[in-house]
């Protein structure tokens, strides 16, 4: 019998970008929160065939649960740039227009951190300057947390 090799596992996403739009928050039955938005990743590279520099932008959906679903609402807003960090999750769902299952991928994340500081007249959106990350910083959520 030959031995079988055990892939090590893993699924880690780190993603920087801004919001597309302002988060939803909602509650399960069970009272958890739950925040879902997307994020725009930019990528800038040289396009070999005429020299010219072009963007690639990826759209990501991201859900955050817990408080840190409750922080994120008061704290973050359309065009807030973000680190996220978390892992890949997909779900199945069916589409009720043609009846067709679907699937869908998004970020579940543990940390979200805003990369801005205070503007004035920004109110609670922007974060800490460099030296004070901690504040910047929106609690992770543990997996114990993740009601599935």
Same mark, same amino acid.
């Given at each position: 019998?030959?031995?079988?090799?055990?892939?090590?596992?893993?699924?880690?996403?780190?993603?920087?970008?801004?919001?597309? !739009?302002?988060?939803?928050?909602?509650? @399960?039955? $069970?009272?958890?929160?739950?925040? /879902?938005?997307?994020?725009? #990743?930019?990528? +800038?590279?040289?396009?070999?065939?005429?020299?010219?520099?072009?963007?690639?932008?990826?759209?990501?959906?991201?859900?955050?649960?817990?408080?840190?679903?409750?922080?994120?609402?008061?704290?973050?807003?359309?065009?807030?740039?973000?680190?996220?960090?978390? !892992?890949?999750?997909?779900?199945?769902? @069916?589409? $009720?227009?043609?009846?067709?299952? /679907?699937?869908?991928?998004? #970020?579940?994340? +543990?940390?979200?951190?805003?990369?801005?500081?205070?503007?004035?007249?920004?109110?609670?959106?922007?974060?800490?300057?460099?030296?004070?990350?901690?504040?910047?910083?929106?609690?992770?959520?543990?997996?114990?947390?993740?009601?599935?």
């Amino acid at each position: 019998m030959t031995a079988q090799i055990r892939l090590p596992e893993q699924n880690l996403v780190l993603l920087a970008g801004r919001l597309t !739009r302002d988060p939803n928050v909602a509650f @399960t039955q $069970k009272g958890q929160a739950v925040c /879902r938005f997307d994020i725009a #990743v930019n990528r +800038r590279y040289l396009d070999n065939t005429n020299n010219e520099w072009k963007d690639d932008v990826v759209y990501v959906p991201v859900v955050v649960w817990g408080p840190t679903a409750e922080r994120c609402k008061d704290r973050v807003k359309k065009g807030t740039p973000v680190y996220v960090e978390g !892992r890949l999750t997909s779900s199945e769902y @069916t589409d $009720k227009a043609t009846g067709q299952t /679907r699937r869908s991928m998004q #970020v579940t994340a +543990r940390r979200i951190q805003i990369l801005e500081s205070n503007v004035a007249g920004s109110g609670s959106y922007g974060a800490a300057t460099q030296g004070d990350a901690s504040s910047a910083d929106v609690e992770p959520v543990m997996e114990d947390d993740v009601p599935f």
